[in-house]
């Protein structure tokens, strides 16, 4: 079964770090990009960023209002994804979902598979 | 960024109901454009990606059309599991993907 379990939420203080994983399994997960997507408390959607895989130099991209702050990086020997988020803010408080992009998408990017998600809370 | 605008915010129908969904692109994307369905407190759900190519597995009453800044979502006749709420998201920008706001489909 294809499947994306994430991991690592929680409650931080503003100005705090924290890094969410995902555990890939039941597909090649070297040969895929990888995407984090979150939704905040009640709102929509809003993409985070995502990874590259090997054949693509594992390079990242990310949203303007995380860009110097969260990180994005796998380790494909472990098949997981990773977020390292520092310098959290209150508006950071979402639910985080990893995701994935088929293979050999081309520029019809979409996200195919999803995890259930992890909870992080910026508050004091 | 490229922005994304959904409407309605919110529509009410009845099983059976047509029901159309409209995202408008604040530039040319193309047919770049995924439509996603979201339960509450569940992963959103990839139904229609390329603007009109249907996800393996999505029943055909959902269908995508639309091609530049104008595209639309439409479930031909509403079934009671699909209520739920409707994302787009552009995929033109491959730097920086965006997705519409919103719509929420709901029991009249």
């Known amino acids: 079964e294809v499947q994306l379990v994430e991991s690592g939420g929680g409650l931080v203080q503003p100005g705090g770090s924290l890094r969410l994983s995902c555990a890939a399994s039941?597909?090649?997960?070297?040969?895929?990009?990888m995407d984090w997507v979150r939704q905040a408390p009640g709102k929509g959607l809003e993409w985070v960023g995502r990874t590259r895989n090997k054949a693509n130099s594992y390079t990242t991209e990310y949203a303007a209002s995380v860009k110097g702050r969260f990180t994005i990086s796998r380790d494909d020997s472990k098949n997981s994804l990773y977020l390292q988020m520092n310098s959290l803010k209150t508006e950071d408080t979402a639910v985080y979902y990893c995701?994935?992009?088929?293979?050999?998408?081309?520029?019809?990017?979409?996200?195919?598979?999803w995890g259930q998600g992890t909870t992080v809370t910026v508050s004091s | 960024d490229i922005q994304m605008t959904q409407s309605p915010s919110s529509v009410s129908a009845s099983v059976g109901d047509r029901v159309t969904i409209t995202c408008r692109a604040s530039q040319g994307i193309s047919s770049w454009l995924a439509w996603y369905q979201q339960k509450p407190g569940k992963a959103p759900k990839l139904l229609i990606y390329a603007a009109s190519s249907l996800q393996s597995g999505v029943p055909s009453r959902f269908s995508g059309s639309g091609s530049g800044t104008d595209f639309t979502l439409t479930i031909s006749s509403l079934q009671p599991e699909d209520f739920a709420t409707y994302y787009c998201?552009?995929?033109?920008?491959?730097?920086?993907?965006?997705f519409g706001g919103g719509t929420k489909v709901e029991i009249k």
């Open positions: 039941g597909f090649t997960f070297s040969d895929h990009y």
């Open positions: 995701a994935r992009e088929p293979s050999y998408s081309g520029l019809a990017v979409r996200m195919d598979v």
């Open positions: 998201q552009q995929a033109n920008s491959f730097l920086a993907l965006t």
